[in-house]
């Protein structure tokens, strides 16, 4: 099987950075997108940014000139570097990959991590 596991959440000030990472291990083959999504309470989960297997990216409008996705397909993690926080950003983060598994070389799948809590506030 597949497990997708994000790290790097906590607490920061507004104004301040973190950096997340997201790593997909188990039975894959290979890996089309990785993306990052947030929930917010009381909210619908929400695209943050997202890359595709040769670098191409994509952001949501509130994060662009913000947040940098990065990807290392060697390791096959994601990397998400949130500079500039600010008190609405604060939200689970989740991490998405679209995988391809040793045993289902015909399918891609999703494979979603279980989240981790960032919290911006003074």
């Known amino acids: 099987q597949v497990q997708v596991v994000e790290s790097g959440g906590g607490l920061v000030q507004p104004g301040g950075s973190l950096r997340l990472s997201c790593a997909a291990s188990?039975?894959?083959?290979?890996?089309?997108?990785m993306g990052w999504y947030r929930q917010a309470p009381g909210k619908q989960r929400e695209l943050v940014a997202s890359?595709?297997?040769?670098?191409?990216?994509n952001y949501a409008d509130f994060v662009k000139g913000r947040f940098v996705i990065s990807r290392d397909n060697a390791k096959n993690t994601v990397y998400l570097q949130m500079n500039s926080l600010k008190p609405e950003d604060t939200a689970v983060y989740y991490c998405?990959?679209?995988?391809?598994?040793?045993?289902?070389?015909?399918?891609?799948?999703?494979?979603w991590g279980k989240g981790t809590l960032v919290t911006v506030s003074s």
């Open positions: 998405n990959a679209e995988v391809t598994t040793i045993q289902l070389r015909g399918y891609i799948y999703d494979y």
């Open positions: 188990g039975s894959i083959f290979s890996i089309r997108d």
């Open positions: 890359i595709t297997s040769d670098g191409g990216t």
